[in-house]
């Protein structure tokens, strides 16, 4: 069954630094999303793109973030510049199109600021 | 979009026996999804339930909805260790809109 595929597992980055989590979505799916969740708590929504554009975002998802999905495979979050608070899992998620259809998610990007 | 509401937030039960968690959601769906996620890992669609529909079997999973009261249930029978995560409805909007989790039902199954 096709899945949805993170790389990293597990990134560290010195706070100030840039990082770039990357994804890559189930081949035939038209929406993508970005969540992360901080230890212990809910997984929180941070980013939608459907047609290259971002379709929603969350109040998390200030001007240090930013996506893309640079060739039509990968789906990719910037954090220009990491903050502790920044430590999380990162889950990309894609969609097929109909209302019906469920969230794929990868298992997730470790990011640990320092 | 709205987010379900699950509760309990937790729960213990020994191996074999059945496990129920509730949803409840505030305004219209067209459909309503479960998910499962364990220690670590990404969520896992389990199993959806349309508006139209009133109960819904997968395997050792039962899902019965009741709009008119906005809340859904899901039942694991027979649990097994293995069935130790935490479990979450959504209520997806459609197209790309946002879906969003609350805090989710976290069971533990003592073996």
């Known amino acids: 069954e096709p899945e949805v595929t993170q790389t990293p597992s597990h990134q560290v980055t010195q706070m100030g630094q840039e990082v770039i989590l990357r994804c890559v979505p189930i081949s035939n799916h038209l929406y993508f999303y970005w969540y992360r969740q901080i230890l212990g708590q809910k997984v929180e929504f941070l980013v939608s793109?459907?047609?290259?554009?971002?379709?929603?975002k969350s109040e998390i998802f200030d001007d240090q973030f930013s996506v893309e999905r640079p060739d039509g495979s990968n789906f990719t979050l910037k954090i220009r510049s990491t903050k502790l608070e920044d430590s999380a899992m990162y889950f990309c998620?894609?969609?097929?199109?109909?209302?019906?259809?469920?969230?794929?998610f990868g298992n997730g990007t470790r990011l640990t600021v320092t | 979009s709205q987010q379900g509401e699950e509760d309990p937030q937790a729960l213990s039960i020994q191996e074999g026996e059945n496990a129920t968690m509730n949803c409840s959601y505030k305004t219209s769906i067209n459909n309503l999804q479960w998910y499962r996620q364990n220690s670590g890992r990404g969520l896992v669609h389990l199993i959806l339930?349309?508006?139209?529909?009133r109960e819904k079997h997968s395997g050792r999973l039962r899902v019965t909805l009741d709009t008119s009261k906005k809340s859904s249930s899901l039942l694991i029978t027979a649990s097994r260790a293995a069935d130790t995560a935490s479990y979450f409805c959504?209520?997806?909007?459609?197209?790309?809109?946002?879906?969003?989790f609350g805090i989710g039902t976290k069971l533990q199954v003592i073996p």
């Open positions: 339930i349309r508006s139209n529909e």
């Open positions: 959504a209520t997806p909007p459609g197209g790309y809109q946002k879906v969003t």
């Open positions: 793109f459907y047609n290259n554009e971002i379709s929603e």
């Open positions: 998620a894609s969609r097929a199109q109909g209302g019906d259809s469920p969230l794929h």
